[in-house]
């Protein structure tokens, strides 16, 4: 059974900067895709990035210039460093794996809070 585990969330000043991990275990093959979600409360859950097994990447407008997304197809990993944080930026970031196969699954998700 596959299992996704998101870390790295804290507490952080505004302006500066954050790096969150996801590993995916379980299974022994690459995912199609890796994403990182974020929710705060009163919001619906907003795609914040994305990376194919290829290493094509795709940002929200909301983050773009600010956070990378990567991958390591040998470890399931994937990464989200996150610069010039802002206060809007805090919330619970969730980690999602997308098999080959059309299969989602989760992670628990980490929290991220941008305050002084």
């Known amino acids: 059974q596959v299992q996704v585990v998101e870390s790295g969330g804290a507490l952080v000043q505004p302006g500066g900067s954050l790096t969150l991990s996801c590993i995916a275990s379980?299974?022994?093959?690459?995912?199609?895709?890796m994403s990182w979600y974020r929710q705060s409360p009163g919001k619906e859950r907003e795609l914040v990035a994305s990376?194919?097994?290829?290493?094509?990447?795709n940002y929200a407008d909301s983050v773009k210039g600010r956070f990378t997304i990567s991958r390591d197809n040998a470890k399931n990993a994937v990464y989200l460093q996150m610069n010039s944080l802002k206060p809007e930026d805090t919330a619970v970031y969730y980690c999602?794996?997308?098999?080959?196969?059309?299969?989602?699954?989760w992670g628990k998700g980490t929290l991220v809070t941008v305050s002084s």
């Open positions: 999602k794996v997308f098999t080959y196969a059309g299969v989602e699954y």
């Open positions: 379980g299974v022994s093959f690459s995912f199609r895709a």
């Open positions: 990376a194919t097994s290829s290493r094509i990447t």
